[in-house]
């Protein structure tokens, strides 16, 4: 089963019609604010944990949920980040079952990229909160959008800033939290030179709305993460740790390869630490900066599988340092 994301992405609304979707979601801590001094400074030069989010491997999932977490969790995952798939977040278990067999494994779901209706279409309201209550009932941490590539005006994105303030609010109540997680799309200028990632940032409380910075993307756009992480300190609390080929295997792959769709890039992702992104760097920047979270995706696989893939990026976040 070979997914294209942009189309996953712009029907997760039908997709969340089924409830089984949308069961497994976010739960959260308090909200910080970017006046806020960030006191969460390294306490050691390794990670104690990482995440892997689940898409890294869906193929797999779809055939053997079990056996794909177990695997997982045997090259040292810990942590979770599901998304909205055909089996539903839970991948076709109830969200206690699922909860159950993660502490079997001593892994933790707590986070899930879900439907992106739910931010632009108050309508969906009452749907939202049944899935935080359920992301609650198993202790989730976050609940994520991660699309918004349609939108195309500054008011649309200042629609969707406020779209994530009514749903922090509701993850509040129920002592979640959610969040954004960019592309590349995001960081396009509009003529004024504001960017829709500014608009989201600055558009959204600080008490009700995290960000999920995706460090390939934001490599991809030419954007510095750290320059985002110390702009906005406090607000980024969690990363996504996937790497971008060399300058000059992209542009080796550009001639010989066409995206399927012209709205992405050619894929150039890679086992973690085998890529350009100076993650001893950037993390420690991240981290020094409120981060807290580090979670493991890869969408391209050369040479060979997303079990293996995902295995070898587990073994760089094993022996991880910070700079």
């Known amino acids: 089963m070979r997914l294209n994301r942009r189309l996953f992405l712009r029907n997760a609304g039908v997709a969340a019609a089924t409830p089984l979707l949308f069961n497994q979601l976010v739960a959260c801590s308090s909200g910080t604010s970017t006046e806020k001094t960030v006191t969460d400074k390294l306490s050691g030069t390794s990670l104690d944990k990482f995440?892997?989010?689940?898409?890294?491997?869906?193929?797999?999932l779809a055939k053997d949920t079990k056996g794909t977490l177990k695997a997982l969790s045997e090259y040292g995952y810990k942590q979770?980040?599901?998304f909205q798939g055909e089996k539903g977040i839970f991948w076709g278990l109830t969200p206690a079952d699922f909860k159950k067999y993660m502490d079997d494994l001593g892994m933790n779901i707590f986070s899930s990229h879900c439907n992106p209706d739910y931010t632009m279409k108050p309508e969906t309201e009452d749907?939202?909160?049944?899935?935080?209550?359920?992301?609650?009932?198993?202790?989730?941490k976050y609940l994520i959008n991660p699309f918004l590539g349609s939108l195309k005006t500054e008011d649309e994105w200042k629609k969707a800033a406020e779209g994530l303030n009514r749903q922090g609010e509701i993850c509040k109540?129920?002592?979640?939290?959610?969040a954004y997680h960019n592309h590349h799309f995001e960081f396009?200028?509009?003529?004024?030179?504001?960017s829709p990632e500014q608009i989201l940032f600055d558009g959204t409380n600080p008490e009700l709305v995290d960000f999920e910075l995706d460090l390939y993307w934001a490599v991809k756009a030419k954007e510095d993460p750290e320059a985002w992480m110390k702009k906005y300190s406090g607000r980024i609390r969690l990363c996504h740790v996937k790497d971008l080929y060399s300058d000059t295997k992209v542009a080796e792959l550009e001639k010989t390869e066409k995206s399927p769709d012209p709205f992405w890039p050619i894929g150039a992702s890679t086992i973690v630490g085998q890529g350009k992104i100076n993650f001893p760097q950037i993390l420690k920047t991240a981290k020094e900066n409120g981060a807290e979270y580090f979670i493991v995706e890869q969408e391209r696989f050369d040479n060979t599988t997303p079990l293996?893939?995902?295995k070898a990026d587990a073994d760089y976040m094993k022996s991880f340092k910070f700079a």
């Open 127 to 140: 749907e939202y909160k049944k899935l935080v209550d359920d992301a609650a009932s198993v202790g989730m």
């Open 308 to 310: 293996a893939a995902a």
């Open 80 to 82: 979770i980040e599901s």
């Open 188 to 194: 396009v200028k509009f003529p004024n030179g504001i």
């Open 51 to 60: 995440g892997i989010q689940l898409w890294t491997v869906k193929e797999d």
């Open 173 to 178: 109540k129920a002592g979640l939290r959610t």
